[in-house]
């Protein structure tokens, strides 16, 4: 008995580490086959260059960096106070009947593929946006827009459960000192939740900026420098889902190494993401 | 998949074994359960580790009858490249393979540039691509199946109806801005093209552009349909794709007065044409060479012509 628990244990050992080092060889690969283009071109070029032609050798990818923010920072101005409010209202306000269906349904949310969001995006906003406040429609406003539902579930799970981890005493003692149920929300849990809807939301922009197949159907990914919500603007991820079929030779390494770049992005999110929720436990 | 699994570990051990198991009613079994299993766990661990060699050897059977499966139809030839040729190729492969029941035909999409480096390094025996080949490429042996001719697309209600070729390069340079200079509604104008590396924008650059570059505040779709529907939902937008996937929803724009249809074509008047090559290592042999052949069969090439392609026997495009 003891021999084949042992070997279960190894086979377990053996799988969960297999799955590390798939990591580990993405990372590898992404690192090799990017990194020759940056020294070629030199980083400073690579980053802060303003122009992306492939065929003429140009591999600026500031407009890009520059719309994955405008994108992210449009989906968070819409998604924090709409995730807020929700978290709220699920955790302090909602009588338990609604409460049923109200959650499965805001996880139902995170399931939908992000193509369908994008296709609903491109058939219902886009029409809108083009008719009513002009442009070429497909637009950060819309990619934000779509983007702030997407990460509504993230923010809204995440800032729930560190709401639920509050001692109960929070609340007895500010509703025993008189203050009311809005005041105990606002004043005191919301303040003691504070590093776990900070890492929630931390959580969602990655989410946001990761986002590629949604943004390439509904951002119109023009390389440009993005002046207005209205204009077109292409992300560091949709870079390079929408090139990577017919890239070879340097400009697929161009491709590789917008992929350093992001990858540096979400670490520094995750690791930010990670510390914050680590200090609210302890 | 895991639902699958813990039903399997659950169901032979029926209600009792279950209760037994998890409202344990001695004390000490919780006590020590942190260690190993306790005694009355042991089936449990029998069921798990059965499981779990049962799992291994159906998966490993599996991959087994799949290696199997798969050199018995080596004998197939896969032909990959341009997703502009790409439907085509289906649509013949389909046919050849309906002929001879034999063969298998793989049709891949990934771009004539992929597709070129998979018929170098032997990774496909048939390349396809939409563009003609760079100098570094002119050893391997081409065959041009058809022709395909590029249309700029408008919206249906855009009043426009005719272009000459240096206004439509001053409109893609960004320097005609708005439509009202060419004699339309004063709205800009939204320019629509592919991306970086597209066989169509290869293609367009060279027929159109010429030495000047696609503005950068064109938007950018990733094939012909992507470009169709956002031309076909914008009534400023103007775009280009393949003049077999004009449909009803777009409008094609004549250029110097010049029509886009098969007789301009066919006569030269036209000049937005692009071969589509088919392109191999050396001169093709066996299933490569017969799937060729039929290619260019009077049958299949009345087949691209009905599919709005620009056949390569002269007599046909007469028809």
Not at chain 1, 212 to 218: S, V
Not at chain 1, 227 to 237: G, H, I, K, Q, V
Not at chain 2, 296 to 306: E, G, R, T, V
């Amino acid at each position: 008995m003891q021999f084949k628990e042992k070997i279960i244990e190894k086979t377990f050992l053996l799988i969960a580490l297999s799955s590390i080092s798939i990591l580990a060889l993405i990372t590898f690969f992404i690192f090799e086959e990017g990194f020759p283009l940056i020294l070629k071109i030199g980083l400073k070029a690579f980053l802060l260059g303003e122009k992306w032609i492939p065929s003429k050798g140009l591999f600026g990818i500031f407009p890009m960096i520059m719309s994955s923010f405008w994108v992210t920072f449009g989906a968070l101005l819409l998604g924090i106070p709409l995730g807020l409010a929700c978290t709220i209202f699920l955790s302090e306000l909602i009588p338990p009947s609604v409460g049923i269906l109200l959650r499965p349904a805001m996880q139902l949310l995170a399931a939908i593929p992000s193509v369908i969001y994008g296709f609903w995006g491109l058939i219902v906003l886009i029409p809108l946006i083009q008719n009513y406040l002009g442009g070429p429609g497909l637009s950060i406003l819309a990619g934000s827009l779509v983007l702030s539902f997407m990460i509504l579930p993230t923010i809204i799970t995440i800032s729930e459960d560190s709401l639920k981890a509050l001692p109960p005493s929070y609340k007895a003692g500010a509703l025993a000192l008189g203050a009311t149920h809005w005041q105990t929300i606002w004043r005191v849990l919301i303040p003691a939740a504070k590093s776990g809807i900070v890492a929630s939301i931390i959580l969602g922009m990655g989410r946001a900026i990761g986002e590629t197949m949604a943004m390439i159907m509904i951002l119109g990914n023009a390389v440009k420098m993005p002046t207005s919500f209205l204009d077109s603007a292409r992300t560091l991820t949709t870079n390079i889902g929408i090139e990577m079929g017919y890239a070879s030779g340097d400009h697929r390494q161009a491709l590789f190494a917008t992929g350093i770049v992001l990858f540096f992005i979400i670490m520094a999110l995750n690791t930010l993401a990670i510390f914050l929720s680590r200090r609210r436990a302890h | 998949m895991d639902k699958n699994i813990s039903t399997k570990f659950q169901t032979p051990n029926s209600k009792q074994m279950s209760r037994h198991e998890f409202n344990p009613p001695h004390p000490p079994l919780v006590k020590g359960g942190g260690g190993g299993f306790g005694h009355s766990n042991f089936g449990f661990g029998i069921c798990l580790g059965f499981g779990i060699w049962r799992l291994g050897f159906l998966s490993l059977l599996l991959v087994i009858s799949m290696t199997v499966g798969c050199q018995r139809t080596k004998a197939g030839i896969t032909v990959a490249g341009s997703t502009s040729v790409e439907p085509f190729a289906e649509l013949l492969a389909e046919e050849y393979m309906s002929r001879h029941s034999e063969s298998h035909i793989y049709v891949q999409g990934g771009g004539s540039t992929a597709g070129i480096e998979a018929v170098i390094s032997h990774a496909a025996n048939i390349g396809m691509s939409s563009r003609t080949l760079m100098e570094t490429e002119k050893n391997l042996y081409a065959v041009t199946i058809a022709k395909d001719a590029i249309a700029i697309i408008l919206h249906p209600k855009n009043p426009i109806q005719d272009f000459l070729l240096d206004q439509i390069r001053e409109v893609w340079a960004g320097k005609i801005k708005s439509w009202k200079e060419l004699g339309g509604a004063p709205h800009p104008i939204v320019l629509v093209t592919r991306e970086e590396g597209s066989g169509t924008r290869e293609a367009f650059q060279r027929f159109v552009m010429g030495k000047e570059d696609i503005s950068l505040e064109a938007l950018v779709q990733d094939s012909n349909g992507a470009v169709r529907q956002v031309v076909a939902s914008n009534p400023n937008a103007i775009g280009y794709i393949s003049l077999g996937l004009v449909n009803d929803n777009v409008k094609a724009l004549k250029i110097s007065g010049v029509e886009p249809n098969m007789t301009n074509i066919d006569n030269g008047r036209y000049t937005l044409v692009r071969p589509f090559l088919f392109v191999f290592n050396e001169e093709p042999v066996g299933e490569a060479k017969s799937f060729l052949e039929f290619v260019l069969s009077p049958l299949a090439q009345k087949l691209l012509l009905k599919e709005g392609l620009v056949p390569v026997l002269p007599k046909l495009a007469q028809e």
